[in-house]
């Protein structure tokens, strides 16, 4: 299937490409996402290089589907910070300093 979709995609454009997890895997019940380098230099064959260091960004309170609040389902560093400053929302993820894990805490 992946290969029909890169067959259609111009390699002149830049691309991407994410889903969102609708039953995520969780660390202390707090929602998380990885954010892995990698660089493509080939289509075909597809040919990736991957940066060995990664983080983990993690939301600002438990995950739940019966909230669709940000500070719990978008864990992107842009949209915590509004939430960093809230007492309620550090007791939920004082395991993360500012809701970061180097790949090595991880």
């Known amino acids: 299937m992946i290969s029909s979709v890169l067959q259609t995609i111009p390699k002149e454009e830049k691309w991407v490409i994410q889903k969102y997890i609708e039953r995520p895997l969780l660390v202390h019940g707090i929602k998380f996402d990885i954010r892995q380098w990698f660089m493509v230099t080939d289509w075909n064959p597809l040919t990736l290089y ?6 983990l960004r993690f939301g600002s309170r438990a995950f739940t589907l019966n909230d669709f609040d940000p ?16 007492q309620q929302f550090k007791n939920e993820t004082s395991f ?3 809701n970061m894990w180097t790949s090595s805490a991880f």
């Open 96 to 98: 993360a300093q500012g």
């Open 50 to 55: 991957f940066y060995q260091d990664c983080y």
């Open 71 to 86: 500070s719990i389902h978008l864990c992107n560093n842009s949209i915590q910070k509004k939430f960093l400053s809230s």
